[in-house]
């Protein structure tokens, strides 16, 4: 009997020691993630990286939303990576697929650049293969070429040499429109323009200093997630310009010949420098659903002196009981006295910026508040929604609770009837009765008791029909999805994700060659849970937390596809 014991304690122990030993050696072995904020320069406007991309494969079609839809379009896969992943690998050879499983991928945006109405950004493409420099330069001589040829058609190419550091540039007909190329060791960089090439390449040798020096960038990845699948950064400067950059997109040839659009960039930038120290976005996995949060990182002393001007409303919403069913999206701002919090915002934003641009400011709030009914806002109550049936802008519909009804009709007929210089017409509708600035489709409003709605012509007019009365609380889709206000959610949406859903299911299916009825991947679709998203101000700044099936991956899979 001591004999069988000792045996067994042997064999037990022997078990254990090779386990461990096993572990032992897989650990060692298993690919070590790379830090990529040392390889993007810190003058970057900012870089999004995808840290594991197989595994974030793999995380998608565990998910509740992948189950759902995936029987529907003939999606079977491979394990840990979904069909159409396992058909862009089909075309690579078993050497250049094991490359790109184990890389890490970061895209750099160094600038923007506009020469007139042509803007181009000018971005990098960082990719860690972790592998040999040979086998790296093998893989790039046979890909690249054939890259090339698909974007410009033919191959044109020159060679240049950058401290020490060879670029191979790929160009079509047109010179200015360039795919470079540099290796160094197991790392390729690709840019589509020469100065953020060399900005990275300098980076990854240590003659400039890189992102991870960054305070912001450090305190960020704490905040939304340091082991997040995908993670991205935007410098304080970064977002100084992308405003900038976004003030002069958003800016008609008119504005452009009178100067107004350089005053408005002029008030982004210095908002921006005196209220951000970045933005920080992370995406990844929990609980079968797919969660992406976002940081707003904001000056101390201005997130000091919003947090007593912002106060959240703590009573259950209650303008969600009149949201249509047929809605795409829809929004609640969740705040006491929304208007005054306008104005302190305003208040403690002016107090941090130029006269000129607090006047230009102010100029741009009041036009705010003028689509909220009066210059004063006095009588608009602790809490306001929005939605959409649709994308476009113009069908979103307002709803504002109301303390005062009478004082809010006479505002409103004041304010449609200066829209279009004329009448306002009143009619009945389905027994509510419709006002409308003009004798034309032009802005609407109607009342419910206490709340006012409004919108163009047509939404109005489908909200007040008889069949638009089912709200959406009651849908399958929504149920679960509620999210309580708390403390400190100041604004929660929610939003169909339908449409992205399959389009990215049926461009997965289509590349790994599965056939399917496009109806009933449609019918599973609707059956998805509505994305919610919340946002509340913290101690740095603006945080949002959005939950929906697939995150960020009906954009990637479109990438992926117009890239292959």
Not at 209 to 217: H, R
């Amino acid at each position: 009997m001591q004999l069988l014991t000792r045996k067994y304690f042997l064999l037990i122990g022997s078990m254990a020691m090779l386990l461990a030993a096993a572990g032992g050696w897989l650990y060692a072995g298993r690919t070590k993630q790379s830090d990529i904020a040392t390889y993007v320069p810190a003058s970057a406007l900012g870089f999004i990286e995808i840290r594991n991309w197989p595994d974030a494969a793999r995380q998608l079609s565990e998910t509740k939303g992948w189950r759902q839809l995936a029987p529907s379009y003939n999606i079977s896969g491979i394990p840990g990576v979904p069909g159409y992943f396992s058909s862009f690998l089909q075309v690579l050879s078993s050497s250049e697929s094991a490359v790109l499983l184990r890389s890490q991928f970061a895209v750099v945006a160094t600038g923007i650049e506009a020469r007139g109405e042509e803007v181009r950004p000018l971005l990098a493409l960082i990719i860690e293969t972790r592998s040999s420099s040979s086998d790296l330069g093998k893989i790039a001589e046979r890909r690249l070429p054939e890259l090339a040829r698909r974007i410009y058609g033919r191959e044109n190419r020159e060679t240049v040499e950058y401290g020490g550091v060879e670029i191979t540039g790929f160009s079509g007909d047109n010179p200015d429109r360039k795919l470079l190329a540099a290796r160094i060791e197991g790392e390729l960089i690709l840019a589509n323009n020469l100065d953020s090439i060399r900005a990275c390449i300098d980076t990854r040798l240590n003659r400039t200093p890189s992102m991870a020096g960054n305070f912001y960038l450090q305190n960020a990845r704490s905040i939304i997630g340091s082991e997040s699948g995908i993670f991205g950064f935007v410098t304080g400067d970064g977002v100084s310009r992308l405003l900038r950059f976004a003030a002069y997109l958003a800016s008609s040839p008119a504005l452009s010949r009178t100067g107004v659009i350089e005053t408005l960039q002029d008030v982004l930038t210095d908002l921006a420098s005196k209220a951000s120290d970045g933005i920080a976005y992370s995406s990844n996995f929990e609980n079968g659903q797919a969660v992406e949060r976002y940081a707003l990182l904001g000056k101390p002393d201005l997130i000091d002196a919003l947090k007593p001007i912002i106060r959240v409303n703590r009573a259950e919403p209650k303008l969600i009981e009149l949201v249509p069913d047929s809605a795409r999206e829809f929004t609640i701002i969740n705040v006491e006295n929304p208007t005054g919090t306008l104005d302190g915002i305003e208040t403690a934003i002016s107090a941090r910026i130029g006269a000129g641009q607090s006047f230009l400011l102010h100029q741009f709030l009041s036009s705010v508040r003028e689509v909220f009914i009066g210059s004063s806002g006095s009588q608009v109550g602790n809490e306001m929604a929005n939605f959409n049936y649709s994308n476009r802008l113009e069908d979103r519909i307002w709803l504002i609770n109301c303390l005062n009804r009478v004082e809010m009709e006479r505002r409103v007929l004041d304010y449609l009837s200066r829209q279009n210089k004329q009448p306002v017409r009143r009619e009945n509708y389905g027994g509510t009765e419709l006002l409308t600035s003009g004798a034309g489709a032009g802005i609407a409003a109607a009342f419910y008791g206490n709340v006012l709605a409004v919108g163009g012509r047509a939404q109005m007019m489908r909200f007040l029909d008889v069949e638009s009365k089912q709200t959406i609380r009651r849908l399958p889709q929504f149920s679960g999805r509620w999210m309580p206000a708390g403390d400190e959610a100041a604004i929660i949406s929610f939003s169909s994700i339908k449409d992205d859903s399959t389009a990215m299911l049926s461009t997965i299916a289509r590349r790994a060659g599965k056939s399917f009825d496009p109806a009933a991947g449609e019918a599973a679709a609707s059956q998805l849970s509505m994305a919610s998203s919340v946002v509340s101000l913290k101690d740095r700044g603006i945080f949002i937390e959005s939950r929906s099936a697939f995150g960020p991956f009906p954009l990637i899979v479109s990438i992926f596809d117009g890239l292959y």
